[in-house]
């Protein structure tokens, strides 16, 4: 693989990081990827020599909000992104080339660097009437992202339209959107679904991949276990208030000016696997949650259709044993949502009962060409945070305003 340049040590001093400011990259790193801190030093020490990676990122049926995401990476800033761990040598909302040239500069990435390119999809893919509906330069969004993707070392669908369709694929849509997985089934897939995906989940999935040789394990989705591991309802600052049957009935009511629990207002938190409480966004300041916002379950298979309406709460929860784990609550809400979502549950569940090692061979991960290859952890996600004491025996109308 001929990359165009090697030590990112020192491409970063020539941009002007401190060495205490990459430091503290590789340890936030290092927590993003639930990894303990004591792997800061070796993620530093494998990215000082990590070779700059070309990129690839496609647009197709998209409203760019992934690449806004990415323009407001802190960690790191877009330019530590581009200059230094990434050569994004083609991106159409950002790059200087325009029409042709643009174009070109895909296809010279292409052929300098066959199967050692990163492949980034953001956006559906549509195929209805042979994928007239996205075109680019005359020619069709699916046969350009099949060609890119077939010539990729890897590719990362950022987004949930990129995931499966998305927004374009909901019911009612004319134009056949797919997701990536589903227009190149053989492809070496990392998905990142969201709507935005979290840029810190993209940023790591890489530093994983520069660190260790491998991509992280995920699940049969193709999501990241260090990301998509966990249940958002367990990780939830509002847990508490669910427990103690305190929510908010009301925008505006006394509930939701304290804080209290949104599964009233049609949180789907209980049944969506997203780290947005750990990893938030905007610096890490906030997340729909903490900003008073249930979860519309963004990260989950076709939540355009699957979680809406959006404001009518999950099925009522039936009384549970005190010994209920959370990922049990959150299978029995759901019970009827996507069959998808309940593999993801029950593959958690059974997850708090296997060794790491264990998991991350249950969570596929691909093993591809990077260097320098360090031994890699078992980057399985932390384990389910026990329930805060006896589950509340239903989530109804214990919960009025005060
Ligand atoms: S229902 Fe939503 S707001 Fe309530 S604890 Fe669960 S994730 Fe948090």
Known sequence: MDHPSAGLAELIAAHGVSRRAFLQFSAA??????LPASFAPRIAAALETAPRVPVIWLEGQDCAGNTEGLL???????????????????????MAPSGKAAEQSRADTMDRFPDGYICVVEGGIPIAENGIYCTIGGRTFKDIARATIDGALATIAVGSCAFDGGLPAAKGGPTGAIGVKDLVPSATLINLPGCPMNVQNLTATIVHFLTFGEWPATDPSGRPLFAYGQLIHDQCERRAHFEQGEYVTAWGDYGSL??????????KGPDTFANCPTARFNEGTSWPVKSGHGCVGCTMPAFWDQMTPFYRRLPTPPPFATDVTADQIGLVLVGGVAALSVAHGVGSYA???RAASAEAAAGGVATMEAPPAVEAPATAPPPAAAPPGPETPTADDKGTDR
């Open 29 to 34: 790193m290092a927590g993003a990827l639930a």
């Open 72 to 94: 407001r990476a802190s960690h790191p800033t877009v330019a530590e992104l581009i200059l230094g761990i990434l050569s994004l040598d083609y991106h159409e909302t950002i």
């Open 258 to 267: 304290n804080g209290w629990c949104l599964y009233k207002m049609g949180c």
């Open 351 to 353: 997850r708090q009962r």
